[in-house]
């Protein structure tokens, strides 16, 4: 392992560019239905479970910090955002402005609880998204 804080920081940088996030951009978006999947299994495969919003707030704010960090590259990372805000706004949204808490894979509403914790991820999320395209 690593002793000095500096070592620590390099050697999660490196496990951030070389397994973190190629695992989550390969196994953790949903290229067919969009989305970040919910779960992975400790084989690295995607679960086909409901997907929340907060994992999908989550994993927007999660590439722009690895691409502020230098962890992913800016076209990886761009495309991985997009789809999840695509996706958060398509799916999560409702008319009220309300997001609701999560949806079955196939994109229909699971629960439309709009619960405050819910919304402040979904609201932390698109902030982000925004900041790396304010359009």
């Given amino acids: 392992m690593t002793n000095t804080p500096a070592q620590k920081i390099?050697?999660?940088k490196k496990w951030l560019a070389q397994d973190v996030f190629p695992l989550w951009?390969?196994?953790?978006?949903?290229?067919?239905?969009g989305g970040f999947v919910e779960s992975l299994t400790f084989e690295g495969e995607p679960m086909d479970l409901p997907r929340?919003?907060?994992?999908?707030?989550?994993q927007i704010y999660s590439f722009?910090?690895?691409?502020?960090?230098?962890?992913?590259?800016?076209?990886?990372a761009t495309a991985?955002?997009?789809q999840g805000t695509k996706y958060m706004v398509e799916k999560f949204s409702e008319p009220s402005g309300a997001f609701i808490y999560?949806?079955?894979p196939d994109g229909t509403p699971k629960?439309?609880?709009?619960?405050l914790y819910t919304q402040a991820?979904?609201?932390f999320g698109l902030a982000q998204a925004y900041t790396l395209n304010p359009q």
């Fill in 10 to 12: 390099e050697f999660l």
């Fill in 52 to 58: 929340r919003a907060m994992v999908q707030s989550r």
């Fill in 102 to 104: 999560s949806v079955n």
């Fill in 25 to 33: 951009n390969d196994k953790g978006i949903d290229r067919i239905r």
């Fill in 80 to 82: 991985a955002i997009e």
């Fill in 64 to 76: 722009l910090t690895g691409l502020r960090l230098g962890s992913v590259s800016k076209e990886v």
């Fill in 111 to 115: 629960s439309k609880n709009p619960d």
């Fill in 121 to 123: 991820f979904a609201l």
